[in-house]
């Protein structure tokens, strides 16, 4: 079970948004090609999700790269987790999610998929 404080993720998105400024606007991560790829061939990633202890945990039951597995107080909280997560499964940096444009799909989001 993966659990960030805000601290952490303050940290992770400072060091992010550092390496894309280093990189320059012009370029992007090998990852956000693999992740176009998979999505393509694939489509999106499903996820079930198991209350536990006040805590909701998702985990990945068709990515076929093995399991992606994140946790979150809320719905919302753990929403912005899976996204990290996947993204963090293909080496993107967290502050390339607009350029992926990873969202859930359906109602129930238990589904997320690239635009």
């Given at each position: 079970?993966?659990?960030?404080?805000?601290?952490?993720?303050?940290?992770?998105?400072?060091?992010?948004?550092?390496?894309?400024?280093?990189?320059?606007?012009?370029?992007?991560?090998?990852?956000?090609?693999e992740l176009d790829k998979y999505f393509r061939i694939y489509g999106g990633i499903e996820f079930d999700h198991i209350k536990e202890d006040g805590v909701i945990v998702a985990k990945s039951n068709n990515f076929n790269q093995g399991s992606i597995i994140t946790s979150g107080r809320s719905l919302e909280e753990?929403?912005?987790?899976?996204?990290?997560?996947?993204?963090?499964?293909?080496?993107?940096?967290?502050?390339?999610?607009?350029?992926?444009?990873l969202h859930p799909v359906g109602k129930t989001q238990k589904k997320y998929a690239i635009a």
């Open positions: 079970m993966v659990y960030i404080d805000s601290s952490m993720s303050v940290i992770k998105t400072t060091k992010d948004r550092i390496i894309k400024a280093f990189y320059g606007q012009d370029s992007v991560p090998r990852g956000l090609f753990l929403d912005d987790n899976i996204e990290d997560a996947i993204l963090t499964a293909f080496d993107v940096p967290s502050s390339y999610a607009k350029e992926v444009g």
